[in-house]
């Protein structure tokens, strides 16, 4: 009886599906971070693209109307140097979205994602008229609301979506980072074995956190 109630709650009997959560993140923010980063920058927006020629590749009025775009920010924070932080933005969110695609470093792309939205949610947020409005929705709708789809409220879908990516990894299977991790992890097992040592590792994979 207790081990059918451990495995009733713990859902221990989905282990093997727990690589989809991971990729179906990765496979979600791909696209929203290749079309936002594409387009801050003018990436193969020009009618003159030529694929040989890398410097043909960025449209210099469409990254200028990114610049424009973040210069004009009247949030919270302000964007420092826009004409810089354009192209820092637009590189890491184009690079990001063709490691979550192949599931190669994202632990680490997470970090300046996460960095990127936190910085971008404030940039298009004023907090005080932002609760003023929450504020009064709340009294009117009698203590129930559904929240808007404003541009903090998107920041923070995606932000809590990549920390959870930067948590769970890029998931088994189907991603780089599992497969070189699976590879060196067999090796350090086997000089372990060969020397007489054998010490438990803690699967960085492992999204299950019942135990």
Same mark, same amino acid.
């Given at each position: 009886?207790?081990?059918?109630?451990?495995?009733?709650? =713990?859902?221990?009997?989905? @282990?093997?599906?727990?690589?989809?959560?991971?990729?179906?993140?990765?496979?979600?923010?791909?696209?929203?971070?290749?079309?936002?980063?594409?387009?801050?920058?003018?990436?193969?927006?020009?009618?003159?693209?030529?694929?040989?020629?890398?410097?043909?590749?960025?449209?210099?009025?469409?990254?200028?109307?990114?610049?424009d775009t973040l210069s004009q920010a009247q949030g919270f924070l302000s964007i420092p140097a826009p004409g810089i932080m354009n192209g820092v933005i637009?590189?890491?969110?184009?690079?990001?979205?063709?490691?979550?695609?192949?599931?190669?470093?994202?632990?680490?792309?997470?970090?300046?994602?996460?960095?990127?939205?936190?910085?971008?949610?404030?940039?298009?947020? =004023?907090?005080?008229?932002?609760?003023?409005?929450?504020? @009064?929705?709340?009294?009117?709708?009698?203590?129930?609301?559904?929240?808007?789809?404003?541009?903090?409220? =998107?920041?923070?879908?995606?932000?809590?979506?990549?920390?959870?990516?930067?948590?769970?990894?890029?998931?088994?299977?189907?991603?780089?980072?599992?497969?070189?991790?699976?590879?060196?992890? @067999? @090796?350090?097992?086997?000089?372990?074995?060969? =020397?007489?040592?054998?010490?438990?590792?803690?699967?960085?994979?492992?999204?299950?956190?019942?135990?």
């Open positions: 009886m207790n081990k059918f109630l451990h495995g009733f709650f =713990s859902f221990g009997w989905l @282990k093997g599906l727990d690589f989809l959560p991971p990729l179906l993140f990765r496979f979600f923010l791909a696209p929203i971070f290749w079309v936002e980063g594409s387009r801050r920058l003018g990436l193969f927006a020009g009618d003159d693209v030529e694929w040989w020629n890398p410097l043909t590749w960025i449209d210099g009025a469409v990254y200028q109307q990114g610049v637009g590189g890491v969110e184009v690079a990001a979205a063709i490691l979550l695609i192949i599931g190669f470093a994202v632990r680490w792309i997470s970090l300046p994602l996460m960095a990127i939205l936190l910085v971008m949610g404030l940039a298009a947020t =004023s907090f005080g008229t932002d609760l003023v409005a929450t504020g @009064k929705e709340l009294l009117m709708t009698h203590g129930y609301m559904t929240p808007a789809n404003t541009g903090i409220t =998107s920041a923070i879908t995606l932000f809590l979506m990549v920390l959870a990516l930067f948590f769970m990894g890029a998931g088994r299977f189907f991603s780089l980072d599992w497969w070189i991790h699976h590879s060196y992890f @067999k @090796k350090i097992v086997r000089q372990e074995t060969e =020397s007489g040592i054998r010490h438990d590792h803690d699967d960085p994979f492992d999204v299950d956190t019942t135990d």
